[in-house]
Nanobody, 118 residues
Framework: QVQLVESGGGSVQAGGSLRLSCPAPGSCMGWFRQAPGKQREWVSFISTDGITAYEDSVKGRFTISKDNAKKTLYLQMNSLKPEDTGTYYC?????????????????WGQGAQVTVSS
């Protein structure tokens, strides 16, 4: 069983960029984040067919992608804002549809910290 371990987190100033990566064993792979004191929220997903979706606040700034040969999931985060600060989780699902919630995601990484300072 492939363990999900996120990498690529760190601290950047506002306007900077980071790229997160994670193994991608599932048919649907998602990224979620949890800001301090808030509930975990969905950020993006990518399906087996390459269909992607984004939470409104990250549209145009974040790009999800998957390297099928390397079986690796990425989240390129550009123009980062302080409100993007949080713990980012990758998650894998094997259900037919990708959801914009935690539904169907049965394997999770331990999280990677992203801190954006103003």
């Amino acid at each position: 069983q492939v363990q999900l371990v996120e990498s690529g987190g760190g601290s950047v100033q506002a306007g900077g960029s980071l790229r997160l990566s994670c193994p991608a064993p599932g048919s649907c792979m998602g990224w979620f984040r949890q800001a301090p004191g808030k509930q975990r929220e969905w950020v993006s997903f990518i399906s087996t067919d390459g269909i992607t979706a984004y939470e409104d606040s990250v549209k145009g700034r974040f790009t999800i992608s998957k390297d099928n040969a390397k079986k690796t999931l990425y989240l390129q985060m550009n123009s980062l804002k302080p409100e993007d600060t949080g713990t980012y989780y990758c998650a894998a699902s094997w259900v037919r549809y990708c959801y914009k919630t935690e539904e169907g995601y049965t394997r999770w990484g331990q999280g990677a910290q992203v801190t954006v300072s103003s």
